[in-house]
């Protein structure tokens, strides 16, 4: 099967005694040099994972957990329609992913499930020995991030978390004119998730599904459990797309830490608007009546070690194009990726913007030009090849993971920090430092070698 119609047939993005089992350090355990695969959440985002793994010759997908029949049935013709065996399924219940975490023949787990599953299945594979790539989110407490790296550090278990905005093409390329010292010392950057998300449809062709203003049990995909967290929280709920690019940018717990943030929401209208306005919707429809926590806009300040500010915006629930906001600014230029624009004092004609798309084609990162043809027709613009095959390849070489558990953690604390900064009317929070003194000496390694 053509590799772009895989794709698109398999992807379901819409709009929008610990170490007795640990990791085996120093020895590729995959049978015939395969890594051999679990999938544990095979919704939207773990089936696109997993048909971009169904490409690869190093991988082999072993077996699938879903607590959806539906889903679960889709991933496994995936697997058989891409010649392979099917998988072991386990589907018996929210804890049946424990039962696949006992499975022999299975080296490294991806979890893409909702967002409070992240840090119980997360804990368990690595404590099973299995590697881990954990799909993005916020954290639901401070606790929780706490216990990701007090276990990957009994454990020694390999963990990314797989911000796939780390490696889009543009980021990358200014990430490679960072380094070049082209923009001058850093001094505020901006970032943030910015996506309409009040709907989640999907056409795969045949039938719609979701949409409407339905969500928990009677939602579809991401409203059946994402905007259980518009209704009870308030915060910067969706950190990592914002806060991952802009890390490798100042070497974030690689000589650099974030000290403290503060966040501000603004008011919460959005999502009634968007159900009293809705044909499925209208005032008198149940939902109508609910009261969403979530401010429409939350933007959150954040301070760092070496004097850098950070701003995030966290914007979901509102009429707008889709825009991760990123501004990376120095002593020397900036470039703001909402208008494609760039301004580098001596080279741009003074106090003009200039298109980016030229400094784009000067600074393209070396793994994209290596890589463009491999990552061509794979999700959001061809990252999505980019964050598995990182992990992949760190994993058989056993590397380092170029995102590990001290960036997730930092990363993802800014949500409580934020709901906490919220509650107390704007008072700034300390960031945990979660590597224990350790930024101090640890050195950059995203995207600095040849194979991925
Ligand atoms: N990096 C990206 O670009 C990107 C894009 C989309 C989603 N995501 C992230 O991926 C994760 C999943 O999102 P999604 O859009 O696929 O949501 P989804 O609702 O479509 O899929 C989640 C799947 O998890 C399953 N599930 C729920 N509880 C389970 C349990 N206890 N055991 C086993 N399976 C369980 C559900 O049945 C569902 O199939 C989220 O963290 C989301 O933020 C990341």
Redesign the pocket.
């Known amino acids: 099967m053509q590799r772009r119609k895989f794709i698109q047939q398999t992807s ?2 819409g709009i929008i005694g610990i170490a007795s089992q640990g990791f085996s350090i120093g020895k590729f355990v995959g049978t015939e040099e395969k890594v051999r695969c679990g999938f ?7 089936l696109s994972t997993l048909s971009l793994v169904l490409l690869r010759k190093d991988s082999v997908v072993t077996a699938i ?4 029949p539906i ?1 679960t049935a889709k991933a496994v013709k995936a697997v058989t329609e891409a010649g392979y065996k099917s998988p072991t399924l386990y589907t018996d219940g ?1 804890h ?2 424990k039962k696949l975490l006992d499975q022999k023949d299975i080296d490294v787990v991806f979890i ?4 409070e ?2 840090t119980p299945m997360s804990v368990d594979a690595m404590k099973a020995g299995k590697a881990v790539a954990c ?3 916020g954290a639901m407490s401070i606790d929780e991030c706490w216990q990701m790296v007090r276990t990957y550090e009994q454990t020694q278990t390999p963990f990314m978390i ?1 911000e ?1 905005v780390c490696y889009r093409r543009d980021v990358m390329a200014v990430l490679n004119m960072v380094r070049q010292d082209v923009f001058g010392e850093m001094i505020h950057l901006e970032g943030g998730y910015q996506h309409d998300l009040r709907e989640v449809k999907f056409n795969d062709g045949v039938n719609y599904y979701g949409g409407g203003v339905e969500f928990g049990d009677k939602g579809y ?2 409203a ?2 994402r905007t259980a967290h518009s209704l009870n929280r308030n915060g910067e709920l ?1 950190p990592t797309h914002g806060i991952g690019p802009v890390s490798s940018f100042i070497n974030i717990n690689r000589g650099n830490r974030f000290e403290y943030l503060t966040s501000m929401a603004s008011k919460a209208r959005g999502l009634h608007k968007h159900i009293t306005d809705h044909p499925k919707g209208g005032m008198n429809h149940a939902n109508a009546k609910v009261d969403f926590k979530l401010g429409d806009v939350v933007t959150t300040n954040i301070k760092t070690a070496n004097g850098e500010s950070i701003t995030l915006t966290h914007d979901t629930n509102l009429p707008r194009p889709y825009s991760l906001g990123f501004r990376v600014q120095g002593t020397k230029g900036i470039w703001m990726d909402v208008n494609k624009s760039m301004y580098i004092e001596g080279k741009s004609e003074p106090h003009r913007w200039e298109s980016a798309d030229a400094y784009s084609k000067t600074y393209d990162h070396p793994l994209w030009k290596k890589y463009e043809n491999d990552a061509s027709g794979a999700g ?1 613009g061809g990252m999505d090849w980019f964050v598995l095959n990182a992990f992949i390849e760190a994993y058989k070489r056993k590397d380092p993971m170029p995102l590990d558990v001290y960036d997730h953690a930092s990363w993802a604390v800014i949500t409580c920090l934020s709901e906490q900064s919220i509650s107390l009317g704007g008072e700034p929070q300390s960031f945990p430092d979660f590597t224990d003194g350790k930024w101090m000496s640890r050195k950059p390694v995203f995207a600095l070698g040849e194979a991925y």
């Open positions: 379901t993005i544990i959440g095979v919704g939207a985002r773990g957990c879903d607590i959806d889903t929210e049946a992913y893409c499930t909702p967002w599953w992240h799909e993005v989110a797989m796939n995909s991401e059946k459990w969706y959001h």
